[in-house]
């Protein structure tokens, strides 16, 4: 069993920044990938961003250049920085683990809110 726990959502003005993170405890049997989701209201479930634990990333294209994604894998913690934040950007924001079993575990998220 894994947990995943994400803290550092809020509600900022467009153009503001915050930053997220999340820890996993538990038996992970090996960290393949984390990463964040969003899902805003009435959309479904995007992603948002992957760290691969050879710390190759993955980015959405509407969050590039915005949004850096990083790890300690040694710590099992992961952190989004948001920078030059949208009002599009608000969404509940989900942590995400896949372990080398390929299991998929989740947090239970975190709400953004940008303000106009």
């Known amino acids: 069993q894994v947990q995943l726990v994400e803290s550092g959502g809020g509600s900022v003005r467009t153009g503001g920044s915050l930053k997220l993170s999340c820890a996993a405890s538990?038996?992970?049997?090996?960290?393949?990938?984390m990463g964040w989701y969003r899902q805003a209201p009435g959309k479904e479930r995007e992603l948002v961003a992957t760290?691969?634990?050879?710390?190759?990333?993955n980015y959405a294209d509407s969050v590039k250049g915005r949004f850096t994604i990083s790890a300690d894998f040694r710590q099992n913690t992961m952190a989004l920085q948001m920078n030059s934040l949208k009002p599009e950007d608000t969404a509940v924001y989900y942590c995400?683990?896949?372990?080398?079993?390929?299991?998929?575990?989740w947090g239970q998220g975190t709400q953004v809110t940008i303000s106009s």
């Open positions: 995400y683990l896949q372990d080398n079993r390929r299991f998929q575990y």
């Open positions: 538990g038996s992970t049997f090996g960290i393949n990938v």
């Open positions: 760290i691969a634990s050879t710390f190759s990333t």
